[in-house]
């Protein structure tokens, strides 16, 4: 799981792993915790006292959470972190794999999905009709020409490299690191080239 650092809260010395998470809704956490059990990493991400992201081991999701259920009594070594809202929505995006969701919610999420696309090839349907009832009798459009694209994305982005001035890039970036190492009152970081 890649997580935003977060703030460093506390370092919880041989406490249960439900007791972790008892504590954490009675003060409406927000952030996360990491332990290990054995040789297992184990990271429980919670939102408002709420688990919502968990991992164990090359478990993820529901899975790692019940099995640090499972586990929910044996006494672990757990670091705290801080997230801010910011972070905690970095999180989620970065994280969707280890998302704890329940059947039923999993279940509603997929019938949206379903209805959504639904609704798109409907909308989509009904556009080439208009589409080709307005053009039924009017006389045949001349067909786009595609431009020539180059083989990959990677050939463009050499040919575009070739093309560029590397040396009045390297100088914009030194004077532009200048510039920030300077008003960030770093000046003694920076070395004159001899």
Do not use: C
């Not at 910011?86 to 989620?92: D, G, N, V």
């Not at 919610?105 to 080439?128: D, K, N, Y």
């Amino acid at each position: 799981m890649q997580l935003p650092r977060g703030r460093f809260l506390t370092i919880k010395k041989e406490t249960s792993i439900r007791k972790l998470q008892e504590e954490a809704i009675a003060a409406g956490f927000t952030g996360y915790l990491s332990f290990f059990t054995g040789d297992t990493r184990a990271t429980l991400v919670i939102e408002n006292g709420r688990p919502i992201l968990a991992e164990f081991g090359a478990l993820a999701g529901r899975e790692a959470y019940e099995k640090l259920h499972s586990m929910s009594d044996i006494a672990v070594d757990a670091e705290l972190f801080i997230l801010s809202d910011a972070q905690l929505s970095l999180a989620k995006e970065f994280n969707r794999t280890y998302t704890m969701r329940t059947e039923p919610e999993q279940r509603a999420r997929e019938r949206f999905a379903g209805i959504q696309s639904q609704e798109r090839s409907a909308e989509a349907s009904a556009s080439e009709r208009k589409l080709a009832a307005s053009t039924a009798g009017a006389t045949r459009l001349k067909p786009r020409v595609a431009k020539v694209v180059s083989a990959s994305k990677w050939e463009d982005d050499l040919s575009l490299l070739d093309t560029m001035d590397l040396e009045k890039v390297k100088r914009s970036m030194r004077e532009n690191s200048r510039m920030i190492a300077e008003k960030l009152e770093l000046d003694h970081l920076i070395k004159e080239n001899v």
